[in-house]
Every structure is written in C-alpha cells, then in structure tokens.
C-alpha cells in the first residue's frame, strides 16, 4: 500500500496580501504531492469557488487573519460539508490564540515564523490524523474545547464510526482509507482518548463533548 504521503494532496491557500501568498505559493509548490492548489485573497472567494463544485480539499491553509474576518462561519461551513477535510491557520501560536481559532472550527497552527519544513510537516500529519498545537496550549483549554485539540477532524470521523460499532474495513471503505490507516488513526484515538476499549469510544467523545 502507497504511503499516503504518496496520494494527491488537494489544497486551497488564503492569504490577503499578495507577496506572501505568491511566496507560500512557492513552498507548497515544493511538496511532490500537490496535485491542486486553489489560491485566493479570502475566505468569501474560496467559498464562491468551490460552492457547487463536486471537487473536495485535503487542506485549507488559511491566513490567521482571514480566519478572523470570516464572520459568516464559511471556512467553518466548508470543513462541516467535508469540502475542506482540514484547515490549518498560519499564526503566532498561543493558548489564546488556540481557543480563538478552535472555536472557528480550525484543526491545526503552523507558525508563521516557522520554516518551509515545518509547513510542510505541519499539512502532512493534519492529513494523516496527526494535530499540531503548541505544547501547553492542549492542556489550558477546558471542556468541549479540548476535545478539539485532541482529535483532529479525520480522527473525529473515525472515533464516530467506531462509536458507532464499525470494523476497520468497514471505516476503511466508508471514508475511502486503506484498512492500514485506518489502523493507525485507531491507535491514535486509543492512545488521545485513554482507552483500548472500542465500546468506551463513545462514552469518552460524549465526555469531550463531540458527540
């Protein structure tokens, strides 16, 4: 089986001002699994582009502040209909900063001073289920808000059907996954969730309040 580093990456970049999207532009255009990239000024013209359109994103890379003048809830309306699967801002990371952006309905931070690399790192492992908050951010924010550090959109997907009683191939054809994958993001969850029991799954997501 392919690594899924190997699969197609769909991507969208919103970023306002246009010397800095053409240099981001750049390093994405570096990583060997970029098939699409959508670039655009805002969140209203991502919207407007892909409304409609059979077509779905891996990742929305999405500028800290058009995350914040989106006050329609679009990028967040994209993720819910599983048009964008996740959405990293770039931000100066923070506790404060996290909970803002969790609320928007946003997966992960990349730092904007972080290298090309870390970017890079950053949009691989939201693909493969893994998040990327900074350390002491997960452990300041309480309730339902933590739950949405811990797991990350896909992982949610996967705890619910999971919850929901589903086999590994079963999850592994219902969200177009090899059974492998599959089996890591169930080790993942095991591991975020402090149980190795599936029928616990539920009463757990229940308790983070994602269920």
């Known amino acids: 089986m392919a690594c899924d580093f190997a699969l197609p990456l769909n991507m969208a970049l919103v970023e306002r001002h246009r010397l800095v999207r053409a240099g981001l532009e750049m390093i994405l255009r570096q990583m060997e699994e970029l098939a699409t990239l959508i670039s655009v000024e805002s969140v209203g013209e991502l919207y407007a582009r892909l409304r409609g359109s059979a077509d779905r994103l891996d990742v929305a890379l999405v500028d800290y502040v058009c995350v914040l003048r989106d006050s329609a809830g679009l990028l967040k ?3 819910d209909r599983q048009v964008a699967r996740s959405v990293v801002c770039i931000a100066r990371p923070g506790v404060a900063t996290a909970r803002t952006l969790i609320k928007l309905g946003v997966d992960a931070i990349a730092s904007v001073d972080g290298r090309p690399e870390d970017l890079m790192a950053v949009i691989r492992g939201v693909r493969t289920g893994r998040t990327a908050w900074p350390r002491g951010v997960r452990c300041a924010i309480p309730g339902s808000e933590r739950g ?8 949610e997907e996967v705890a619910r059907l999971l919850a929901e009683g589903a086999s590994n191939q079963e999850i ?3 969200l177009c996954l090899s059974v492998r994958t599959v089996g890591n ?3 993942v969850i095991y591991g975020k969730l402090g149980t190795t029991c599936r029928f616990r799954i539920g009463v757990r ?4 309040d994602l269920l």
């Not at 997501?205 to 983070?208: A, C, G, H, S, Y």
């Open 148 to 155: 949405r550090t811990i797991l990350t959109l896909r992982e």
């Open 172 to 174: 592994a054809k219902e």
């Open 185 to 187: 993001y169930v080790s």
């Open 77 to 79: 309306d994209l993720r």
């Open 205 to 208: 997501l229940v308790e983070l």
